[in-house]
Structure formats: structure tokens, C-alpha cells
T-cell receptor
Framework: QKEVEQDPGPLSVPEGAIVSLNCTYS??????FMWYRQYSRKGPELLMYTYSSGNKEDGRFTAQVDKSSKYISLFIRDSQPSDSATYLC?????????FGAGTTVTVRA | NAGVTQTPKFQVLKTGQSMTLQCAQD?????MYWYRQDPGMGLRLIYYSASEGTTDKGEVPNGYNVSRLNKREFSLRLESAAPSQTSVYFCASSGNAGGTEAFFGQGTRLTVV
């Protein structure tokens, strides 16, 4: 079983819509949860990370962790065409990052 | 403000050839990583180095070797390239022990024919 699973999509939404991205993870001991954003033909860059459970907000982005169901989510409000990218969830396990498959998001103008 | 620099950016190899992918970081980070990215598979860890002088296998180490030359540099070697190693390779580094914030290079696009 993979440590973190993510629906690869793709996802296409109109500008201004809320984008909802989700991952599940396998081990309830994981504590750090991250979201990376990757533009086409670029390396991933850290978008947000959360420790343990709860919500974290940064501008239009909200990361959420539900430890009881081993579920992590990323919400993008008022989506913009510049948000079009692949979003990867990740967990830290034994000082290593394990990534989901990534969801490709297209925001249509 | 270079961050993580990978060379080369593109490479085409014939089956059986060898090559070394180079990675250097200028952020004084202890940990460095090599990932490969394939469509639908996400990023998979090949090898990592938690600190200078140590290296460990990741999820998909077969067919690869690594060298942590010093704190700045971490190279990945393909001894005998195979078409299955066609992929985009990313090097990353992290300054904190938990690896929560990793900085990635721009990637090397490798094709093995």
C-alpha cells in the first residue's frame, strides 16, 4: 500500500471557482503534511504545510488535515488561471518525503 | 540566488550507456534527495542523503548509484541505462531534520533509446 494516495484527475474549473483537492494516507503516525505546486516543466515548490491536524490558511489557500479519517485536503478559493498547475500532496516519513501522484488543475478564463 | 542546480537539463542516452547527473545546492542544507517523476506515478524517491557522508536507498534504487561528494553536491549515476529509466529526474535539498520543506531543482529530462 502506498503511503499517500491522490486522485490524478485532471480537474478543470472556471475562473473564480473553488478547487478542492484530496489525498489519503496510510499511517496514522504521520505528523507533517504538505502541498507542493508544480508548473509545467518546472520543479515542485512548497505551497503549504501543516503539522498534526486542523486547518491552515494562507491567502486563497486552505490546507486541512483530518487525522481520524487519514485525509488531507487543499482548497483554492477564487481560482485564477495562474493557479493552473499540478498539485502534489506529501507526507514526511522517517526524514523522507513521500508524494502522491499529483492532480493536474486547469483554471479556465 | 541559485538554490538547487541540476546538470544537464536534457540528455539522450543509448541503452547500456552510463552517465552521471549532477546536483549542487547553495543553501547549506544537510539533506539531499534524488527523485524520478513519471506520468501517473508522482515523485518516487531513488536515494537520499540525510547528511554529508551518508546515503540510503529510497523506493526505487535499482539501477542507480549515488555519491554525496560534499555538503553541497549529490550526484546520481546510471551505470548501464535502460529504456525503463526514461524519466524526469529531480534533485532536492532540505535544511531541517524532518525534511518538511524541500527545495527542488529544475529537473533533468532523460530519454534512453
Amino acid at each position: 500500500q502506498k503511503e499517500v494516495e491522490q486522485d490524478p484527475g485532471p480537474l478543470s474549473v472556471p475562473e473564480g471557482a473553488i478547487v478542492s483537492l484530496n489525498c489519503t494516507y496510510s499511517n496514522s503516525a504521520f505528523q507533517y503534511f504538505m502541498w507542493y505546486r508544480q508548473y509545467s516543466r518546472k520543479g515542485p515548490e512548497l505551497l503549504m504545510y501543516t503539522y498534526s491536524s486542523g486547518n491552515k490558511e494562507d491567502g486563497r489557500f486552505t490546507a486541512q488535515v483530518d487525522k481520524s479519517s487519514k485525509y488531507i485536503s487543499l482548497f483554492i478559493r477564487d481560482s485564477q488561471p495562474s493557479d493552473s498547475a499540478t498539485y502534489l500532496c506529501a507526507i514526511v516519513n522517517d526524514y523522507k518525503l513521500s508524494f502522491g501522484a499529483g492532480t493536474t488543475v486547469t483554471v479556465r478564463a | 540566488n541559485a538554490g538547487v542546480t541540476q546538470t544537464p537539463k536534457f540528455q539522450v542516452l543509448k541503452t547500456g550507456q552510463s552517465m552521471t547527473l549532477q546536483c549542487a545546492q547553495d543553501m547549506n542544507h544537510n539533506s539531499m534527495y534524488w527523485y524520478r517523476q513519471d506520468p501517473g506515478m508522482g515523485l518516487r524517491l531513488i536515494y537520499y542523503s540525510a547528511s554529508e557522508g551518508t546515503t540510503d536507498k529510497g523506493e526505487v534504487p535499482n539501477g542507480y548509484n549515488v555519491s554525496r561528494l560534499n555538503k553541497r553536491e549529490f550526484s546520481l549515476r546510471l551505470e548501464s541505462a535502460a529504456p525503463s529509466q526514461t524519466s524526469v529526474y529531480f534533485c532536492a535539498s532540505s535544511g531541517n531534520a524532518g525534511g518538511t520543506e524541500a527545495f527542488f531543482g529544475q529537473g533533468t529530462r532523460l530519454t534512453v533509446v
